[in-house]
C-alpha cells in the first residue's frame, strides 16, 4: 500500500482543515487507517484510527471532539477533519496503514504539515 497525505496549510487558531490520504492498491478496504503527528522536537504521536469498515473509530484525547476520521473505500482514501484548531495542533500529519489484528502500522504516507497560528 502506498499512501499519499494531503490538505495541510495555515490556518489561525479556531479554524479548520480536512485532511485527505488517497492509497494505492485494491486491497485498502481491508486495512485499518490512523493519523499520527509530530511536533517539532517532539514523538510521533497517535492522532485517530478507523477500522477497515469504517464502523469503529479511536481517538487521542487531545483531539476527542475536535477531530473526525472518516474513509471512504470506493475511494482509496482517509479523511481527518480538523476542527477548533489549535497552535498545539501545529504538527507534520501522517497517514498510515495496517492489516487488521496486526499491532504495527507498516504503511506510511509522507506527511502534510499543519500551521495553527495564533
Known amino acids: 500500500v502506498q499512501l499519499q497525505a494531503s490538505g495541510g496549510g495555515l490556518v489561525q487558531a479556531g479554524g479548520s482543515l480536512r485532511l485527505s490520504c488517497a492509497a494505492s492498491?485494491?486491497?485498502?478496504?481491508?486495512?485499518?487507517m490512523g493519523w499520527f503527528r509530530q511536533a517539532p522536537g517532539k514523538e510521533r504521536e497517535f492522532v485517530a484510527r478507523?477500522?477497515?469498515?469504517?464502523?469503529?473509530?479511536f481517538y487521542a484525547d487531545s483531539v476527542k471532539g475536535r477531530f473526525t476520521i472518516s474513509r471512504d473505500n470506493a475511494k482509496n482514501t482517509v479523511y481527518l477533519q480538523m476542527n477548533s484548531l489549535k497552535p498545539e495542533d501545529t504538527a507534520v500529519y501522517y497517514c498510515a496503514a495496517k492489516a487488521v489484528a496486526v499491532p504495527r502500522y507498516d504503511y506510511w504516507g509522507q506527511g502534510t504539515q499543519v500551521t495553527v497560528s495564533s
Open positions: 492498491g485494491r486491497t485498502f478496504s481491508t486495512y485499518d
Open positions: 478507523i477500522y477497515w469498515s469504517g464502523g469503529s473509530t
